[in-house]
């Protein structure tokens, strides 16, 4: 889509390059006033990048791997063999490998339970891969809940006779990822040698530009802005409020799916909160990041409409969001990536920023977003606390497992709202990926999404969805990545020292070519200094190296920001955003790292916060 001035027509055209093509010449026809003109405007293929509007494919790396080479997964087709054998069911995987009891969870001594919770936060704001749409109402159309063949939309999970899901159901629904438009189709008369194998859509804005917030649509975020006001300000929640501070307001969609309190009238609800991403309701500490942020924006903006009067909405609401964007990408590529991949990864695939490069892609990745960028599920505590200002625990407010968090909005509004949370995420260790501790049973057997009715598991749908995206398997990755294809049990030792879990990995899938290339990553061992081992630290480092260089917005980047509002924006940090708006007055310096409270804690007067006299605009 060509896009120009106020007088610019627009066209959207599909363009055929031949084999070499080195640049495209675009002639546009276009009207100023009431004369007319020719543009010629020559553009090297080098620069033409996908635009990371939301509603496009992800990015891939390699090739995609489909048992048809078009789009049936690894695993579709009974009996088909890969290196000479067929594939494990994903949830014998689980069960034989991955599943962990609740009580087998060692902390991590490093970091806080608040460095999973942003990296939640942050998946989401990159990709979200919608389903296939399964409407059994239409006529001939298959229903997913009561199937357990592989037929489009559905590639069903296997059950095992003493399986802890085989007594309410014989197979767990899946429903496979809504294809990109026109992929996963042969050409004409099946003509194999144009196949157009199939891609995923990413419904988020590739970018990390604080879609979480803003949503990644001109609709969704016309829904989520106070047009009302003269502030730029986002829309709050008007009927409850935290201690005089706002709530995220709640979804149009009433009743909402969301769970309500037993103890409580049916006919008072708390429906799902509405962000910028529709998960936002998804677990409490995430329900707390999303209400941190409007909370944070309309802070802004009103300090930002408070120093430039005559500022019009749109202006403050504009100069906000380019603010908290910024942010975002601060708190992310400074303070949560070099922990997760460590120091040495860190200047290996990132390094300094070096400016804006519009030859790199920035659009994610399939295996980022669907294999390496999950590596976090093995990080997640079964229990979720809350905490009462002397960081004790609260007998009116006690421990609660993962599963009793799931879509539960009104256990923040009416159970003491956001202050007992986060200090329960800031003093409570974040569990430690061991390599024979990783999915507990909350993820395993207790998992509750919305799109289901039963409980679900975690692990299985995560190794199913890697096979439905076609992602190639580890020892390929490890490849992509310059590290070494290990063939052989005593190879498979070199990158995972438990030797239990490297037989057991070989009695189930026989070959090393055959791991799935999410399991590989978790397993593998992880360096002192990062949470991930090496094959997630180059996937997620190259990642957000080209998220960061191919974002012409960054906010290094010259021309976006002056010198001195980067050097304002640069002071920013997480415990600056949980003091400025909640009821906290001490934080630590640096809120990923486990702290004791008061040892580890410091006045929040005393955290360096933004001057925003560099925004004054003087007329």
């Known amino acids: 889509k060509l896009q120009g001035g106020p007088h610019l027509m627009t066209h959207d055209s599909h363009l055929t390059l031949a084999k070499g093509t080195t640049k495209i010449v675009i002639t546009q026809r276009c009207s100023h006033r009431t004369s007319f003109y ?43 063999l890969h290196n000479g054998f067929p594939l494990p069911s994903v949830r ?11 009580e087998a969870v060692t902390e991590d001594e490093l970091y806080s339970d608040l460095i999973t919770v942003w ?49 309410r159901m014989d197979c767990i629904p899946f429903y496979r990822s809504k294809p990109a438009c026109t992929t996963g189709q042969q050409g004409p008369l099946g003509n ?71 103890k409580e009238d049916k006919a008072e609800r708390i429906e799902c909160f509405m962000a910028g991403d529709t998960r936002s309701s998804e677990v409490l500490s995430l329900a707390a990041l999303h209400t941190l942020w409007l909370r944070e924006h309309n802070r802004l903006a009103k300090a930002l409409k408070e120093l430039n009067p005559h500022w019009t909405s749109e202006r403050v609401y504009q100069e906000t969001r380019k603010m908290v964007g910024a942010l975002h990408q601060i708190i992310t590529i400074r303070d949560y990536i070099p922990k997760i991949i460590g120091p040495d990864a860190f200047e290996q695939y990132i390094g300094p920023y070096q400016g804006y490069d519009p030859t790199i ?29 002397q960081y004790k625990e609260d007998p009116n407010l006690p421990n609660l497992y993962l599963h009793e968090v799931f879509f539960t909005p009104w256990r923040l509004i009416k159970e003491g709202g956001l202050d007992p949370l986060l200090r329960g995420t800031l003093t409570t260790a974040a569990k430690l990926q061991v390599q024979n501790q990783l999915l507990n049973e909350e993820l395993t057997k207790k998992l509750f999404v919305l799109s289901n009715n039963a ?55 026989k070959s090393p070519d055959n791991i799935d290339v999410w399991l590989g990553g978790i397993v593998e061992n992880i360096h002192p200094d990062a949470r991930t081992g090496p094959l997630f630290a180059c996937i997620i480092g190259k990642q957000m190296k080209a998220l960061r260089d191919g974002d012409r917005f960054w906010w290094e980047n ?62």
């Not at 014998?92 to 009891?101: D, Y």
């Not at 399964?134 to 001939?140: A, D, K, L, T």
């Not at 400025?580 to 005393?606: I, M, Q, R, W, Y």
Request: hydrophobic content about 40%; overall charge negative.
């Open 119 to 167: 990296g939640q936060y942050i998946d989401h704001d990159l990709a979200f891969t919608p389903q296939s749409e399964n409407q059994p109402s239409f006529q001939g159309a298959i229903n997913c809940q009561m199937t357990c063949a592989n037929q489009n939309p559905c590639f069903p999970i296997q059950v095992f006779p003493n399986d802890t899901f085989s007594a």
């Open 192 to 262: 194999l040698s144009a196949i157009n194998p199939r891609q995923q859509m990413n419904i988020a804005t590739s970018f990390l530009d604080a879609s979480t917030v803003y949503g990644s649509t001109a609709a969704a975020e016309n829904k989520l802005r106070n047009l009302t006001s003269e502030g730029g300000l986002l829309r709050i929640n008007l009927l409850h409020f935290d201690k005089g501070l706002e709530y995220l307001p709640f979804v149009d969609q009433v009743p909402s799916p969301c769970a309500q309190d037993p």
């Open 92 to 102: 014998e995987v689980t069960r034989k490998i991955i599943e962990a009891s609740n």
């Open 361 to 389: 892609n920035p659009t994610v990745t399939n295996v980022f977003s669907t294999a390496a960028f999950r590596f976090a599920h093995a990080a997640i505590h079964p229990l979720v606390k809350r905490l009462n200002a």
């Open 455 to 509: 409980s679900l598991d975690l692990s299985s749908l995560d190794l199913q969805r890697g096979r439905d995206h076609g992602l190639p398997g580890y020892n390929d990755w490890r490849e992509f990545c310059g590290l070494p294809r290990l063939r052989t049990e005593q190879e498979l030792m070199t990158a995972i020292e438990n030797k239990t879990m490297v037989q057991r990995i070989m009695e189930l899938y």
């Open 558 to 619: 010259i021309n976006i920001f002056t010198d001195a509002q980067r050097q304002e924006l640069g002071k920013y940090s997480l415990s600056r955003l949980i003091c400025d708006n909640t009821g906290l007055t001490e934080a630590p310096l640096d809120p990923f790292l486990l702290g004791k409270f008061p040892k580890d804690f410091v006045s929040c007067e005393n955290l360096p916060s933004i001057n925003l006299g560099p925004w004054r605009e003087v007329l």
């Open 38 to 80: 020719t543009l010629v405007t020559e553009i090297p293929i080098a620069t033409i990048i996908m635009n990371n509007s939301s509603n496009t494919a992800l990015a891939r790396w390699l090739p995609p791997v489909y048992e048809d080479e078009l789009s049936q997964p690894r695993g579709w087709n009974l009996g088909f």
